[in-house]
């Protein structure tokens, strides 16, 4: 079996954002989608891993800003390389700014932001069914507000890949002759002969299968 072929699967880019108490926190997300019109329904899978993924399960209420091709890196920098247990993602840089005045956001009226740099739409929404998928639980959800931000085009996942992701530096080798586990999602590298099965990585939480092994 190819798992490759998961890649052949078109896949849009979101941040997703939620408020617990006086803690904000937004992750990256790569599954929104609408699975019903009447009554309309959106669902959203979130990676267990993430912080927010806890904050949605406590309070069933989360916003989801549609990435646009017009994002640039630093967006999924702030909100997928670095854990909300770890920093404040909403530390606030200038008005209404983080990332060093690099990301833009608003406040929504259910009291949780959502992103206007290098979006082009939002949803507040209101959690209505869980399903267990083991990394992920997948929320379906009732959109209580929507709207357009921008006329830009969505950002998928290819253009990220393609356009946004910087591009690696070539792999040279060393006299060490170490094997490296390099992440083809985010970059991250592992030193050491076996990755483990049940490795995550640290920075984009993605398993081993999208790992590949490197001698230098």
């Known amino acids: 079996m190819d798992t490759k072929a998961m890649y052949k699967l078109s896949y849009g880019l979101f941040v997703c ?9 937004g992750c990256i997300i790569n599954t929104a989608i609408q ?11 979130v990676n267990k891993a993430n912080f927010t993924h806890d904050m949605i399960v406590k309070t069933g209420q989360c916003n989801v800003s549609v990435l646009s091709t017009e994002a640039g ?19 606030i840089s200038g008005e209404g700014t983080v990332a060093e ?3 833009s956001f608003e406040i929504a009226e259910n009291g949780i932001p ?3 740099t290098g979006t082009n739409a939002y949803f507040s929404l209101k959690v209505e069914q869980t399903v267990d998928l083991g990394s992920h639980t997948l929320f379906i959800c009732e959109p209580t507000f929507m709207t357009v931000l921008s006329a830009a ?3 998928t996942y290819e253009y990220y890949q393609n356009n946004i992701k910087p591009k690696p530096e070539a792999v040279g080798t060393t006299p060490k002759g170490e094997t490296v ?16 099965d049940d490795f995550i990585c640290p920075i984009c939480k993605h398993p081993k299968e999208d790992f590949e092994k490197i001698v230098r």
């Open 101 to 103: 005045g690099k990301i």
């Open 153 to 155: 085009s969505s950002c």
């Open 114 to 116: 959502f992103i206007t």
């Open 73 to 91: 890196f630093d967006i999924f920098k702030h909100f997928g390389f670095q854990s909300g247990r770890d920093v404040d993602k909403f530390a």
């Open 17 to 25: 954002t939620a408020v617990d108490g006086d803690k904000k926190n």
């Open 181 to 196: 586990w390099r992440c083809r999602i985010c970059g991250y590298e592992w030193v050491g002969e076996e990755l483990p």
């Open 35 to 45: 699975v019903a019109s009447d009554p309309n329904r959106i669902s959203i899978a």
